[in-house]
């Protein structure tokens, strides 16, 4: 039977306690199920000291041993999916199959940033006999990196992934509501043999521990995943000590639907993917923008695969959608659904929360919105649908790029002059015709405009962990 782990801080290759905690609630029945550890600046100053001494190793193995490290990790991962998936269920409140596929997914981060660390080539730049122009590229040093609740596997990972990858050494704060999947990557690298001190992992109270650290000599990146308001932040702290940030931040993720695709079975798969994490993942489809010729046809499937979506807890087998991940989650759908519906929104499907105990809202779907209604500007970040009809692809286009956001995107057409037109069209870091799916590990992922700078994953993903060196070698 799995258990939900002993929560501790890992610094310098050892397990640690805290003087101090806060409790882990379950959010299907708001019970305790751990205290997560809060670190103290003596722990903070542990894991800088532990991770400037673990960047002098790494960055001088190999990158096919470190290669080897990280794969090794990524198995032992695979073998424990059962027991990572049931603590991230029971923490993040997610269906039990949806948290096996994220461990998968972490794991294809993983492997993937493991073989890209063997590819970081440098270049040979032609000169005039006697001297050599040769481009390095270098791990930046030490990391310090955020992660947030709504993926506490795969978020983590992707961090974790570029960091080592690169030769870098890390300290990650995980998120304090969902720590167990930190937790459990933290364990399959050390027992993987990866040297102490290159991967250190705390929580704590997280803007407490970003401005001990940023400032700190040996931090030479700051990478953060979560809200636009905090990315800033970071941001501008990173910037008044001239150090460089790989943000992910939010977004709000428009689908644009044409005239000439099956109204019914593109609604449906919105649908089924708007459930997926209850609607709280940064690409998740939000602002539905239809041809009217297909409007009421596209809505109406929409309203009832969403009545069919089954709300439950996540270790139920039969649960395709599982509370929200805290409670703040559901106040903030409150809140967008009254604005929403005091504004002249139709409210189609859900709209309230379900019962009181556990932080349960169905799958919400809400038509005619004026642009006015905070939904339409605020990410939601759970699991509301707006629906809007409009009567053209320009129109469409307009309206996708209103927004200070610029993250994922969808379209559906069958029409390669709609495709190229939405593509070059639409502001995103991420388009994606007839498909729901944003990125895979293979594939660049990141925002533009508020949506963040940088890129995770595919060939791009190590070059915000590098820096580029160059070496002018005169032969004597
Ligand atoms: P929040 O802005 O308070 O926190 C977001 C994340 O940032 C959390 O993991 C938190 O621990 C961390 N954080 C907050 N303040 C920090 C600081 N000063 N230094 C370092 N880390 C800090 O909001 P929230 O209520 O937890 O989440 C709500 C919003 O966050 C959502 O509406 C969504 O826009 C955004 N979010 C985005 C992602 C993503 O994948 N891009 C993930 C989670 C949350």
Redesign the pocket.
């Known amino acids: 039977m799995a258990q939900y782990p002993d929560l501790q801080l890992y610094i310098g290759g050892t397990w640690r306690r805290a003087t101090s905690g806060q409790p882990v609630l379950n959010p299907a029945d708001e019970s305790e199920i751990g205290t997560v550890p809060i670190a103290s600046r003596s722990d903070l100053d542990a894991a800088l000291a532990a991770a400037a001494d673990g960047f002098k190793v790494w960055s001088r193995t190999a990158p096919a041993k470190r290669g080897d490290i990280m794969r090794k990790a990524a198995t032992l991962m695979r073998e424990r999916v059962e027991e990572i998936a049931f603590a991230i269920t029971l923490e993040h409140g997610k269906p039990i199959e949806q948290a096996r596929l994220e461990v998968v997914r972490g794991c294809e981060f993983l492997e993937w940033d493991a073989g890209e660390g063997q590819r970081t080539y440098g270049r040979v730049i032609p000169s005039e006999p006697g001297i050599k122009y040769i481009v390095l590229q270098r791990p930046i040093g030490v990391v310090a990196a ?6 506490p596997m795969s ?1 983590p990972a992707r961090k974790i992934g570029g960091a080592l990858a690169a030769g870098c050494s890390i300290i990650i ?1 995980a ?3 969902t720590p167990a999947g930190a937790l459990h990557i933290a364990g399959a690298f050390h027992d993987a043999g990866l040297p102490p001190g290159v991967l250190n992992l705390v929580f704590g109270v ?2 407490e ?3 001990y650290l940023i400032p700190q000599n040996p931090i030479r990146l700051v990478a ?7 990315g800033k ?2 941001t501008e702290m990173a910037g008044r000590h001239a150090k460089p940030v790989l943000m ?4 709000h993720a428009p689908v644009i639907v044409c005239d000439d695709v099956d109204p019914v079975a593109t609604a449906t798969m919105s649908a089924v993917r708007k459930a997926r994490n209850a609607g ?3 690409t998740s489809p939000t602002r539905f923008f239809v041809q009217e010729p297909l409007y009421e046809a596209f809505t109406k499937a929409f309203v009832e695969k969403a009545r069919t979506v089954t709300v439950g807890n996540g270790l139920d087998p039969a649960t395709q959608m599982g509370p929200l991940a ?1 409670r ?2 559901v106040e ?1 759908m409150e809140t967008l659904v009254a604005d929403a519906r005091a504004k002249g929104a139709r409210v189609l499907a859900g709209g309230e929360r379900l019962g009181n105990r556990g932080y349960f809202f169905p799958l919400t779907v809400l038509a005619d919105l004026p642009d006015g209604a905070r939904a339409m500007r ?4 759970g699991p509301l649908a707006l629906i809007n009809p409009v009567s053209s692809l320009d129109e469409a286009i307009e309206k996708a790029n209103a927004l200070p956001f610029g ?1 994922a995107a969808y379209g559906f057409t069958h029409s390669a002059s709609n495709a190229d037109r939405l593509a070059e069209g639409i502001e995103a870091g991420n388009f994606s015709i007839n498909t729901l799916e944003a990125s895979v590990a293979e594939t660049p992922f990141g925002g533009v405009k508020e949506s ?1 700078f940088g890129r995770e994953g595919g060939a791009e993903g190590l070059s915000h962990y590098t820096i580029v060196k160059n070496i002018s070698h005169r032969l004597m």
């Open positions: 955020f992660s947030p609740w709504n993926f978020q704060k998120a304090e509501e997280p803007s521990i970003s401005e953060f995943t979560g809200s636009t308001a905090v932040r970071l992910e931040l939010g977004g709280q993942v940064c805290n703040r989650r903030a605020e990410e939601p970040f993250l963040g």
